[in-house]
């Protein structure tokens, strides 16, 4: 085990810096902010959309492209408000709060040792001499709206607060229509909507966010192999991607913290700048959501093996992680400053196949033929991979801002280049420069976007 396990935080970049990473280059703004902002709601911008969407896409390589044994779907956010009286959600997705009657403000009764009163000097609630907490109330945390024209007690109907239940009341359509026997998977990435109570941190905790979840069903007697088999492969997936391993731990729930479904659940867990938290979880579910769907829509959701003569109702085991905190775990891990040649420089130090841009195309000089000559270099490569053409201020300058954004090679077009049609190539890690010829470099950028590839940090 590394010596990381020992420490409490990561150290060696704060949130805040995060943040103005993120929007100093166009990654993540805070959402309405023309308006002041609000809480725990952001807006993606060109690089931020372009790195969640690489997340996306390795999370469906994993799950689809790798796989035989796992289909895609894309289920509906508003769903039969029934679905959430069978999954338990309408009665028991809440969170215990305490509101403040003196300076309003409303609290996780489970976290008030973390919260701070609304009153100066900020004291713990409770503390100060005004404080005024009420009981505990438990406060349904699913974001409740209207379909149709009446807004009356039929109409209520709630953003889904996971992805999970979409894949389960849809089991019997998979099943039909992919001719698959257990185990097989079903996989869905999407939005999700929670009223969160205690937010902050960035975009680790927010009220809408996008969750990247599989339901692996399995005959009875082999969730228990099953749900071992997932963490091990979801931490290969974390690693593979560039996090470093002793930034990474597997946290088994104890009895007393495991939601209602589940028999066993883990916490794949990332040591950000506050501290140890979850990335993402996998739980074995049982058989609990397909008996409860059965149960209140009356459908038989079970699986025939027609070999064996055998029905039964397949177990569950689940990873469920989300976009955005990867996303974030990936900009935390990959955040990196160095002193080169006595400059100081920032450097996202992110896996290629992350990375929003995988070449930046730089005329040296804004003379001379080499925009034009760049330009050109720039359309060969931008059909084959991510690419970006830039021309204005200097070049130092510019290769900065590459390496802000995480941008792994720069290709420089200079004066040999007009001579001899070859480019320098320019690692973003090493910071070692090579000459290839124009001709060969798209063959390059792909065969280094397949190679293995670890932090540099590590
Ligand atoms: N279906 C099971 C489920 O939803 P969860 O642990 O509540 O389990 C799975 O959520 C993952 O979704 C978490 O590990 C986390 O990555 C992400 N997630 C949950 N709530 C979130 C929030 N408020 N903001 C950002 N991500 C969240």
Redesign the pocket.
């Known amino acids: 085990m590394s010596e990381t396990a020992d420490r409490e935080r990561n150290e060696e970049v704060t949130m805040d810096e995060i943040v103005a990473l993120c929007k100093r280059r166009g990654f993540i703004f805070p959402s309405s902010e023309i308006y002041g902002g609000l809480g725990s709601t952001y807006d993606y911008g060109h690089y931020g959309v372009l790195l969640k969407q690489n997340v996306k896409g390795e999370w469906w390589r994993a799950m689809l492209q790798e796989r035989d044994d796992i289909v895609a779907l894309d289920s509906a956010i508003l769903q039969h408000p029934r679905v959430w009286e069978a999954s338990g959600h309408l009665a028991g997705f809440t969170d215990p709060l305490i509101d403040c009657k003196s300076c309003k403000l409303r609290f996780r009764a489970d976290h008030l040792e973390d919260a701070s009163c609304g009153h100066k000097p900020s004291k713990r609630p409770g503390e100060g001499p005004d404080c005024e907490l009420t009981e505990a109330r438990r406060f349904n945390l699913m974001f409740e709206t209207h379909v149709g024209p009446v807004q009356d007690d039929a109409s209520v109907a709630y953003l889904r607060?996971?992805?999970?239940q979409g894949i389960f009341i849809n089991f019997k359509n998979v099943l039909q229509f992919a001719r698959r026997k257990p185990p097989f998977g079903i996989a869905q990435i999407g939005k999700?909507f929670?009223n969160?109570i205690t937010t902050g941190n960035f975009?680790?905790?927010?009220?809408e966010?996008e969750?990247m979840?599989m339901e692996y069903f399995v005959p009875p007697g082999e969730a228990a192999r099953f749900y071992e088999e997932w963490i091990g492969l979801r931490l290969d997936w974390y690693t593979a991607l560039g996090l470093r391993p002793g930034f990474l731990r597997v946290r088994p729930h104890d009895a007393d913290e495991l939601s209602h479904y589940s028999s066993g659940t883990s916490?794949i867990e990332y040591l950000f700048p506050i501290g140890w938290s979850?990335?993402?979880?996998i739980?074995n579910r049982g058989d609990f959501d397909l008996r409860q769907h059965a149960e209140y829509s009356g459908e038989k959701l079970e699986y025939f093996d027609q070999q064996s003569g055998e029905r039964y109702v397949p177990h569950v085991v689940?990873p469920?992680?989300?976009a955005?905190?990867?996303t974030l775990a990936f900009l935390v891990d990959a955040y990196d400053t160095e002193e080169v040649e006595g400059r100081q420089r920032t450097v996202l130090r992110l896996h290629p196949r992350l990375a929003p841009i995988k070449v930046a195309v730089l005329p040296l000089v804004s003379k001379e033929g080499m925009p034009e000559k760049a330009r050109e270099v720039f359309e060969s490569l931008r059909h084959r991979v991510w690419a970006e053409y830039d021309e204005g201020g200097s070049i130092g300058k510019r290769y900065r801002r590459q390496d802000e954004i995480g941008t792994p090679w720069g290709v420089t077009v200079d004066g040999q280049t007009m001579e001899d049609d070859t480019v320098t190539l320019r690692d973003r890690d090493s910071l070692e420069q090579i000459r290839v010829p124009i001709a060969g470099l798209a063959e390059e950028l792909a065969e280094r976007l397949e190679r293995p590839w670890q932090s540099p940090k590590r």
């Open positions: 607060p996971e992805t999970a999700s929670r969160e975009i680790f905790r927010t009220r966010f969750q979840e916490d979850e990335l993402e979880g739980a689940e469920a992680a989300g955005d905190r990867a």
